[in-house]
């Protein structure tokens, strides 16, 4: 006799778990749910117990309380069965004709999941515990072939959610910015060039780029110690006639967009029927060298001048053209500031000392219009505030351009001046940064007999005229 069948004569006959082909998915099963092999131990029809273990007629006599509890409608089922030597599953479901079958038989509907219905068959117990091992082996992979898969899927379907949450701009702005309240971010605008003031033609794209490097390179060659960062072109929208764009674009051909690639100006037409155009100009990005430095000017009673005078460079930088000294035993304003310090480092390193604010207010070029006249302050009204300051003996707040990196002390009645060493084998600027033949000078100065009044030389006249265009270069 083979040891399979000494095998199943040793074991005794149990009633045994057959889930139904068909009724479910292998991923679907768990070890919660009644599985092929398992051993049935108990069975309750409408709350009371039917049959236990040994199940007297097997297979057979099961189908027969199936068949009369069906009758009566007590279908309501609870099977409890065992797994092993020590483990227990149970189901509760309810009887349902099994119409696959062929003859009048009756299996067990998972009442959790509809799609799972199990039926009963004679086995012996070795057999069930054969079952139970594979089954065991091909649920724990179909497991982790599951689990894995879910995390894949949910990988994939994972999305990033975004939103909007506050930020306390105010103290930011106060507590960060160099200069609070005020960025550091310097820029220089340049409008097309109109060659006829009556017309509407402008010049292309590449002439309002070449303006704005000149600007730039004028500037960096008068002493203005400036350093290109970036240059960008910026659109702007205007309402025109249609022939007085360089270029025109039909909104529905891709084609022509060639045509303004280079242009000063471009028009399309809106859905309306209205010329738009767009006017290309050039934005240029700079910065200070080395930054920007605040400088108080502290007033007194006994100041009867300020002790500096201010001027304008032709790309419309405001600068200190000249400083002066004290009488005797009493300082001036600038050179108790330490002003006049930083005036004497900026001439032996052949820059200008240029203002860039006033009361943290911008003093900076920012436009260039399209006739070519800039856009810049006006140094007899700064003149006149600064005088203002004076009589009111308010301080002066000034931020100044440096060119290199300084140590700066804190200035006082016997504080050491600022010490700004020149920058090693400093080239010397092509144009010299000395108060040119004309410029705009507008000086502070004290009246006789305790009196003020205001002075201005012939030259701070040209700062009423910002509308002309600007002169040449002398």
């Known amino acids: 006799m083979r040891s399979s069948e000494r095998a199943g004569a040793e074991s005794p006959q149990v009633l045994a778990i057959e889930c139904v082909k068909g009724s479910t998915k292998g991923e679907e099963w768990n070890g919660a749910l009644l599985q092929t092999g398992d051993i049935v131990e108990e069975v309750h029809v409408a709350g009371s117990m039917v049959g236990c273990a040994p199940f007297k007629g097997g297979r057979g006599g099961v189908q027969k309380l199936l068949r009369a509890s069906y009758k009566r409608n007590e279908t309501t089922i609870s099977v409890r069965a065992r797994r092993g030597r020590n483990e227990f599953v149970e189901m509760q479901g309810c009887i349902v004709p099994n119409e696959a079958a062929g003859r009048k038989q009756y299996i067990i509907r998972s009442v959790d999941d509809p799609n799972y219905a199990v039926a009963f068959v004679d086995r012996t117990e070795s057999e069930c515990f054969e079952i139970?091992?594979?089954?065991?082996?091909?649920?724990?992979?179909?497991?982790f072939r599951t689990k894995s898969s879910r995390v894949v899927s949910a990988l994939y379907n994972a999305q990033l959610k975004d939103g909007y949450v506050s930020y306390p701009?105010?103290?930011?702005?106060?507590?960060?910015?160099?200069?609070?309240n005020s960025s550091c971010f310097l820029s220089m605008l340049v409008l097309p060039c109109a060659p006829d003031n009556t017309s509407s033609q402008y010049n292309d794209l590449d002439d309002t780029l070449a303006r704005a490097n000149a600007w730039l390179v004028a500037a960096q060659a008068s002493g203005v110690p400036i350093a290109f960062m970036n240059v960008q072109t910026e659109p702007i929208l205007t309402k025109i006639s249609g022939d007085c764009a360089s270029s025109s674009v039909n909104a529905g051909s891709l084609s022509e967009l060639s045509n303004v690639t280079t242009a000063g100006v471009y028009g399309f037409e809106d859905y309306h029927g209205v010329d738009i155009g767009v006017v290309r100009s050039v934005r240029l990005w700079y910065a200070p060298i080395a930054g920007e430095f605040p400088v108080e000017v502290e007033l007194k009673d006994e100041d009867s001048r300020l002790g500096f005078s201010i001027s304008?460079?032709?790309?419309?930088?405001?600068?200190?053209?000249?400083?002066?000294d004290g009488d005797g035993d009493h300082e001036s304003a600038s050179q108790r500031s330490g002003l006049n310090a930083l005036y004497k480092a900026a001439t032996e390193a052949s820059k200008l000392l240029i203002v860039s604010r006033v009361s943290n207010e911008k003093v900076l070029p920012w436009l260039v219009s399209s006739d070519g006249a800039l856009r810049c302050f006006d140094t007899v009204s700064l003149s006149h505030k600064l005088s203002l300051h004076r009589h009111a003996l308010k301080p002066i707040l000034m931020h100044v351009f440096l060119w290199d990196r300084v140590s700066v002390g804190r200035p006082g009645?016997?504080?050491?001046?600022?010490?700004?060493?020149?920058p090693a084998a400093a080239k010397a600027p092509t144009k010299s940064p000395a108060l040119p033949g004309r410029s705009d000078v507008a000086q502070v100065a004290s009246s006789e007999q305790g009196g003020t009044r205001l002075?201005?030389?012939?030259?701070?006249?040209?700062?009423?005229?910002?509308?002309?265009?600007?002169?040449?270069?002398q």
């Open 132 to 143: 139970q091992g594979k089954q065991a082996l091909s649920l724990n992979f179909s497991f």
């Open 312 to 324: 304008r460079t032709e790309e419309g930088f405001i600068y200190i053209s000249s400083v002066t």
């Open 455 to 473: 002075s201005k030389d012939t030259a701070g006249e040209f700062s009423f005229r910002m509308e002309d265009p600007p002169s040449v270069r």
């Open 413 to 422: 009645t016997n504080a050491k001046q600022p010490s700004i060493p020149p």
């Open 169 to 180: 701009w105010e103290k930011m702005m106060r507590e960060f910015l160099p200069i609070p």
